[in-house]
């Protein structure tokens, strides 16, 4: 990822997960120290504004010129939290393309867009990429756990709707209220028994033969592990780093195709896989999933099952 403007740091968390336990020895150290001291998250704080500022001449000519798209933009510390990185250039045309990686996916397997109703983001951040379907006449909801970033976005983004939920499941929709769900950057954050719990509820919130698509940690993810876990990917295992931080972008998990197609999501069938092909969450894989036609209960009915 970064090209041209965007080289500075656009490596989010989310897109470039840290190698073994976050970085190098000296970063280590200096985090436990910071961290004994009770001022880590200063000095987060304090990295984050200093890194906002190095962006502001470059996001203000980028907005000057009218390449926004009109909507507000969420605070540095929010585009942080979702991306890595304050630039305000990459939030609105990695969500861009975020978008138009989810309309091309369906469309390439026969589903234009124009066909799916209604659709929800599931950890939809600060609406990143939510918010390219403001033109659409689509129905659009987002949920995240994080409610911060849910209240920016029911203050900010009126044309959808958004709830809170909890790191686990149920959310607060009965069964087959979405055509589509997808979920960029989030199973990603998401150790393997969240992912299956997580995967039994998308499956009774879409309605039967509805469409998932999901982003994971893939190929373009190798290099960055170790042999050993290399060797577990292609073993067709998935890699968790940091499983006691689920949900958090210290929390990242490496998929191998094999894996996807074969444990991950049980009620659907796999109808396509891209390698890369979440292009606004480089290099992360894309995936098309179809929940299979026979009406299951997910792992949290919210209503109550017809007699047999
Ligand atoms: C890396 S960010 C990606 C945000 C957004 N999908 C995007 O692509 O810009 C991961 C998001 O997933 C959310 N998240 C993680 N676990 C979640 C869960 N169990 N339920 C809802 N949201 C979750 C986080 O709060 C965060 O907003």
């Known amino acids: 990822m970064g090209n041209g403007p965007l080289t500075r740091n656009t490596s989010g968390v989310a897109n470039v997960p840290q190698r073994g336990a976050g ?56 585009r942080i939290l979702t991306t890595a990185s304050p630039s305000v250039e990459w939030f609105i045309q990695s ?90 950057s989030v199973f990603t954050h998401l150790p393997p028994a969240l992912q299956q719990r997580w995967i039994g509820e998308m499956a009774r919130i879409l309605r039967p033969t509805g469409y998932l698509i999901v982003s ?14 290399q060797d577990r990917i292609r073993g067709g295992q998935l890699v968790v780093h940091h499983d006691e931080e689920a949900g958090t972008n210290r929390c990242g998990v490496f998929f191998s195709e094999a894996y996807v197609r074969g444990d991950f999501a049980p009620g659907f069938d796999v109808r396509d896989y891209a390698p890369r092909g979440a292009r606004g969450n480089p290099p992360q894989d894309l995936v098309l999933l179809q929940a299979q036609a026979t009406p299951r209960l997910g792992s949290t009915p919210t209503t109550t099952p017809p007699p047999p």
């Open 216 to 229: 994971t940690h893939g190929e373009g993810y190798l290099e960055t592990l170790t042999t050993d876990e």
């Open 95 to 184: 969500g861009r393309s975020g978008a138009d990686s989810i309309r091309d996916l369906l469309a390439r397997n026969g589903v234009p867009i124009a066909t799916i109703g209604s659709m929800l983001d599931f950890g939809c951040g600060c609406g990143r990429v939510l918010r390219h379907w403001a033109d659409s006449d689509l129905q659009v909801a987002g949920c995240d756990y994080n409610v911060d970033l849910v209240a920016w976005c029911r203050r900010k983004l009126p044309f959808a709707r958004f709830e809170t939920n909890t790191i686990e499941p149920p959310l607060p929709y009965p069964d087959a209220s979405f055509d589509l769900v997808y979920a960029l």
């Open 23 to 78: 970085g190098s020895f000296l970063r280590l150290v200096l985090k436990r120290a910071l961290r004994r001291l009770g001022l880590l998250d200063r000095a987060r704080w304090t990295r984050d504004r200093v890194n906002a500022l190095a962006w502001l001449r470059h996001d203000r000519r980028f907005l000057r010129r009218g390449d926004g798209d009109g909507l507000p933009v969420p605070p540095a510390r929010l």
